[in-house]
Structure formats: structure tokens, C-alpha cells
């Protein structure tokens, strides 16, 4: 949460020339109701079912980018499928970043009327060895514009094109 996987992204994918989904983007649309509302009519697990559908479905397209939220990697299906199907990058922030990035713009569920220091620390530590696990490259997103994030993957990836 906060790493900037959408804005990254968005901006990896024009840079491409690929087409750029949301995960989350796609599920308001599918539902026709923000995040937040299905949290609180579905819980997290009606929220994550959706998830994990989506991922299914956004995964199985050819040329892609892909920004999934940051708990979908708590699906062992949702890890299958990304790695079976593309290249994981893990967008890493840490703590005090996540924090800032979070302060302001959407709602987020799991961080409302909470302190969010606590959540984003607890989240990390359950989340954190999942995305080591299945992710491809790991880049470090702290203080970092997302044109400069974009340049590093696309180094990267150009670097290991040949190698898998």
C-alpha cells in the first residue's frame, strides 16, 4: 500500500507501448462501487473472492501491465497465476514512505480510523516474504519519481531478457 503501484504502473505501460490495468479499478467497474463500499458489505473476504477472480481473468491477457492491490498476494492462487503468467515486480516502501503516501488521496479500508503506522507495519510483515517469494525484480520506491522507477525496470528487464 503506498509503493505507487498504479502510478508506476500506468506510466511503465505507455512507456511499453502496452495496454495498463488496475485490479482494483476493475473490480469498481465490474461492481459499479468503490473498494471501500464492498469492504463494508462484503468484508475483506467477499472483497478478496473479487480480487482473485479479476487477477484470473486481467492475467490471462497477452501484453499487459498489471497493477494488482497490495493484499492480493495473500491468495496463494493470485501468486500461482502472477507467476506462472508474467513478471513480478515487487514495487518495495518502506514503513515511514507507505505512511506518507497513504496520508492523503483514497480511501483505503484497512487503514480507516486506524493508526496507520501499526497497520502498514503488521500488513508488511505478513505480506512482505509473499511478494520476496514470487517477485522477478524487486526495486526500491523511496523518494523516487515514478519515471525513475520506470527506467529501472525497464533496465532490468532488458537485462534479463536472455537469462530466463
Known sequence: MGSGKSAVGRHLARSLGLEFHDSDDAIEQRTGVDIPFIFEKEGEAGFRRREEDIIGELAALDGIVLATGGGAILSAENRRVLSARGTV????ATIDQQVARTRHGRERPLL???????VLTALMAER?????????????????????????????????????
Open 89 to 92: 515486480v515487487y514495487l518495495a
Open 128 to 164: 512482505e516474504p509473499l511478494y520476496r517469494e514470487i517477485s522477478d525484480l524487486v526495486i526500491e520506491t523511496d523518494a523516487r519519481k515514478v519515471a525513475a522507477v520506470c527506467r529501472e525496470i525497464i533496465e532490468r528487464l532488458d537485462g534479463t531478457a536472455g537469462s530466463s
Open 112 to 118: 480507516t480510523g486506524k493508526d496507520s503506522r501499526a
